[in-house]
């Protein structure tokens, strides 16, 4: 076995030894015992929530005073606790974001996280393509969502579209870092953008409408993401 599908495996065998839904799970929580970002008390929202892996960190890092509120195009099972919500819905359909906030109750999120990826075709211009244009609509929402000195957390694919979204999240938050945890292979094509200090505010995008250009259809190769590998079966 070469040494990243025994890293791989390892991860897997953990989270079901200790009931986690994916393995994604310790990417998360070795992204937060880097950077400390979820704390007890915090409301987080968790954008891609599916199969929940994330979700049961952050339940537990926020605690009984806290809320976690989910969000998928798939149906979530339950984490059967007080402090958790779930809502199926499409950060793509209009009135997602009035939604949302109505879901999280009074006040906005202390953290926003968005573990997203859209179907993948196996062309990786395209996909990878689609990613960002994701991670853009999370940006777009953060000033309804997101409380001001607030944090995100977001997997974006390698690619030419990556330094524009990195420049985004920088004119938003006064610290970004791109985190690659353990969790992830190495050979992957995901990495996870950090982003501490909200400002309140984003700047618009540098283009009217990524939708509009249209990416090379090349397969992909070795750009595996590990979004296609992490879900327990």
């Known amino acids: 076995m070469r040494l990243e599908e025994a890293k ?11 009931g986690y839904r994916s393995r994604a799970a310790y990417k998360l929580l070795q992204i937060n015992d880097k950077y400390k970002i979820i704390r007890a008390g915090d409301k987080v929202v968790d954008i891609g929530c599916a199969p929940g892996g994330w979700l049961q960190i ?11 509120v989910g969000v998928d195009i798939d149906s979530v099972k339950s984490l059967g606790r007080k402090n958790g919500k779930l809502i199926r819905d499409d950060i793509t359909f209009d009135g997602f974001s009035e939604r949302l906030r109505d879901s999280m109750g009074k006040g906005k999120a202390d953290c926003v996280l968005a573990d997203l990826s859209p179907k993948l075709s196996g ?12 991670c853009h609509r ?7 969502i997101l409380t001001p000195d607030g944090s995100n957390i977001m997997k974006a694919f390698h690619g030419a579209e ?5 420049k985004r999240l920088k004119g938003s938050f006064s610290r970004v870092e791109i985190s690659k945890p353990e969790a992830s292979r190495s050979g992957s094509s995901e990495v996870y953008l950090v982003s501490m200090g909200f400002s309140g505010q984003v700047p ?3 283009s009217e409408s990524l939708e509009e250009e249209h990416p090379s259809e090349l397969p992909a190769d070795s750009g595996e993401s590990d979004w296609q590998t992490d879900r327990l079966n």
């Open 162 to 166: 990556l330094s524009a979204l990195v």
């Open 58 to 68: 952050s339940s537990k890092l926020v605690g009984e005073r806290g809320l976690v």
């Open 123 to 134: 062309i990786w211009d395209m996909d990878h393509f689609k990613q960002i244009e994701l």
């Open 8 to 18: 791989r495996d390892q991860f897997r065998r953990r989270a079901k030894e200790e």
């Open 138 to 144: 999370v940006v777009d929402l953060l000033p309804d």
């Open 204 to 206: 618009s995008r540098q």
